[in-house]
């Protein structure tokens, strides 16, 4: 299932973000959560775009952040943030809306209600501009 996917992502990205290090966490969690053949590349496709397009994310979401440095914004927000943003910019086969919905789930699971509003803030502005290029 895609959702168990995303969530491998998720939990992937923070363990990167907690230790400042890459890991290869991904494939342990692929076993641990019996991944089927197509959620592992979906997984492996989704978290291998995020590392490719890091810089990229990152800028988006720093200047839709007001008075948020990167740096400040709580690491399980930037996790869903960034796999939402992800998916809406570089996934054609993930509608906006699945997207966004998605990476809620992960942030309403993993994160605060007041983190919740943030993020999908965020969304709103980036589903806005990319329905407007």
Do not use: H, W
């Not at 363990?15 to 969690?29: A, G, T």
């Amino acid at each position: 299932m895609r959702r168990q996917a995303r969530e491998v992502v998720y939990k992937t990205l923070y363990s990167e973000l907690f230790n400042d290090e890459k890991s290869n966490l991904i494939d342990e969690l692929i076993k641990e959560e019996n991944l089927n053949e197509s959620d592992t590349a979906f997984c492996k496709k989704l978290y291998e775009t995020i590392d490719k397009n890091r810089e990229e994310i990152d800028g988006i979401i720093s200047e839709l952040a007001k008075n948020y440095r990167l740096e400040r914004i709580f690491s399980t927000d930037r996790c869903a943030l960034y796999i939402g943003i992800c998916e809406m910019k570089f996934f054609d086969d993930v509608p906006n809306i699945v997207a966004i919905d998605e990476a809620l789930s992960l942030c309403r699971v993993y994160s605060t209600a007041e983190s919740l509003a943030f993020v999908n803030g965020i969304f709103a502005e980036v589903k806005k501009r990319l329905e407007n290029e």
